[in-house]
């Protein structure tokens, strides 16, 4: 069985809406897909290892990535180095302002891990809306059909 790990912190619980959407989506997407969700101070280099594609979820805190995202970026980089090369991701970003700054910064780091990009950015300014919970719950149809298929 594939495995998606959907790795997130929420303040608000604004994130967490379109994390709960993009989990609703990846069950709609595949039945022999597992999704996991973890608190990215819970999540760690074990989870990481062992996903075949990663959600990452975060509000934007100052222009930033929150910190709980940061720290599980920092903590599972060199144990994971050159190990997760190709991993699919997508990245889901609540933002008060554009939230630009936050997806820059998880794309440098994907980068530098040699993930690959399996959607767009989902930026959601303000309170999560209709039309933006309809995007998360596509971003984890994608994922996870996607990984399902062998595709991604």
């Known amino acids: 069985m594939k495995r998606l790990l959907v790795v997130y912190a ?26 996991d969700l973890l ?18 979820a975060t509000p934007e805190n100052f222009g930033y990535m929150s910190g709980a995202i940061k720290d599980f970026l920092d903590r599972t980089y060199y144990p994971c180095e050159g190990l997760r090369l190709g991993l699919p991701y997508a990245v889901i970003v609540s933002a008060g302002n554009d939230g630009s700054g936050a997806v820059r910064s998880i794309e440098r780091i994907a980068t530098g891990f040699g993930w690959k990009a399996a959607a767009e950015p989902l ?30």
């Not at 994390?19 to 069950?27: I, N, S």
Request: aromatic share 0%; net charge negative; hydrophobic share 45%.
């Open 10 to 35: 929420s303040q608000t619980g604004r994130t967490r809406r379109l994390v709960d959407a993009a989990m609703a989506g990846a069950r709609e997407g595949a039945d022999d897909v597992r999704t």
């Open 123 to 152: 930026i959601v300014v303000g309170d999560p809306g209709t039309d933006a919970i309809s995007r998360a719950v596509v971003i984890g149809q994608t994922l996870a059909a996607g990984l399902s298929l062998g595709v991604l």
């Open 39 to 56: 608190h990215g101070l819970d999540a760690g280099v074990d989870e990481l290892m062992a996903c075949d594609g990663l959600l990452i």
